[in-house]
């Protein structure tokens, strides 16, 4: 595969993963099991298997440098699902955004995996939802939030209930509103750390913010997922030299 320019990365891989994207052949280039899973990603992208700052990462329990800011202004808006044969994907009207160390980024989308890509002290959550924003700068930026199994998810379900018939079809969902802030805990306590892609082209420079709190989901949502698209997580990648805030 010939490399993208960092732009181009930003705009193919984190509006992550548009019917355009992964709707021809490139989509078969890459997946989760077998000879296109996560251990050959290197032969799609070099990146993925020489890059030294990789998402996801194991988080510990525990961390003692105090995290930066975080600020979110999150609207209810009008959404398009999307599956895209890699996952369950979001795409959200312009309008809401986050504010990180006093930079805006704007909300493109969001979209789920399971089980979780990021553990915690090596133990993984049911699923996890990833919430991409960019600046006007073209920088990205990721808040995930872990999803526990428990009581039924009233967002999931609207999704589910709405999801596109075929692979790379986007769907609007009319009549109702949806605000991304539904799908985040109370406590915005979380993680910070420079990252990158969790799919091919694993381009990096990505700031993930992970929260440390969950949201639940339940097993039949869970298990509705995993239905429709199967388990859908990078292993854990070696942090390095990497501070975690």
């Given at each position: ?24 052949e490139q989509a078969a280039h ?120 428990g009581k039924e998810n009233p ?64 097993k039949e949502q869970k298990d ?22």
């Amino acid at each position: 595969m010939k490399r993208f320019t960092s732009v181009a990365l930003a705009v193919v891989l984190l509006l992550c993963v548009s019917s355009m994207s992964y709707g021809g052949e490139q989509a078969a280039h890459w997946g989760y099991e077998g000879k296109e899973g996560p251990e050959h990603w290197g032969d799609f992208s070099e990146v993925c298997k020489i890059g030294k700052n990789q998402s996801p990462v194991d988080l510990p329990k525990e961390v003692k440098t105090p995290v930066k800011s975080i600020g979110f202004n999150y609207k209810p808006g009008s959404i398009k699902t999307l599956n895209n044969g890699h996952t369950i994907q979001v795409n959200v009207a312009p309008g809401s955004t986050v504010t990180i160390d006093g930079k805006k980024y704007g909300l493109l989308q969001y979209h789920f995996h399971s089980p979780s890509e990021h553990v915690v002290g090596g133990m993984p959550y049911e699923m996890e939802v990833h919430l991409v924003h960019k600046n006007d700068k073209g920088e990205l930026a990721v808040v995930g939030v872990f999803m526990k199994e428990g009581k039924e998810n009233p967002v999931v379900k609207a999704i589910w209930a709405n999801l596109p018939d075929k692979v790379g079809v986007e769907k609007p969902v009319e009549g109702i509103k949806f605000n991304p802030a539904d799908l985040l805990p109370a406590d915005y306590t979380l993680y910070r750390y420079s990252g990158s892609l969790t799919t091919p082209p694993c381009s990096e420079k990505v700031t993930w913010n992970v929260l440390k709190a969950h949201i639940e989901v339940s097993k039949e949502q869970k298990d509705k997922f995993l239905s429709v698209i199967g388990k859908n997580a990078r292993p854990v990648q070696p942090v390095n030299d990497r501070t975690i805030e």
